[in-house]
């Protein structure tokens, strides 16, 4: 059964850090392109990054230089590191694949059930 759960969420002041994990089951993460995505309320998803299974990866600019994606293949995890945290990263981070790195959030599959992270300033 293909599934990727998210975990690592919670709440931090602005200006912290949190790692977010994003475990897959039923495929190998090096076999796709991995996307993390985020959601606030009213908006629409806005993707973060996404690794390719080169592994090369690419940001969104509101993100870039603060955070970070990587994965673990022996884990078959995908890891979004996230560094100097504003207010405006509140959302619900989701994780995903797709056979590549679309640019539309709406081709990717197999969405997880998300993870909550708020900043406070």
């Known amino acids: 059964q293909v599934q990727v759960v998210e975990s690592g969420g919670g709440s931090v002041q602005s200006g912290g850090s949190l790692r977010l994990s994003c475990a897959a089951s039923?495929?190998?993460?090096?076999?796709?392109?991995i996307g993390w995505f985020r959601q606030a309320p009213g908006k629409e998803r806005e993707g973060v990054a996404t690794?390719?299974?080169?592994?090369?990866?690419r940001y969104g600019d509101s993100v870039k230089g603060r955070f970070s994606i990587s994965r673990d293949i022996a884990e078959n995890t995908v890891y979004l590191q996230m560094n100097s945290l504003k207010p405006e990263d509140t959302a619900m981070y989701y994780c995903?694949?797709?056979?590549?790195?679309?640019?539309?959030?709406?081709?990717?599959?197999?969405w997880g059930q998300g993870t909550q992270v708020t900043v406070s300033s």
């Open positions: 039923g495929f190998v993460i090096s076999s796709y392109c």
């Open positions: 690794m390719e299974r080169s592994g090369t990866t």
């Open positions: 995903a694949r797709y056979w590549y790195c679309s640019d539309s959030a709406r081709d990717f599959r197999d």
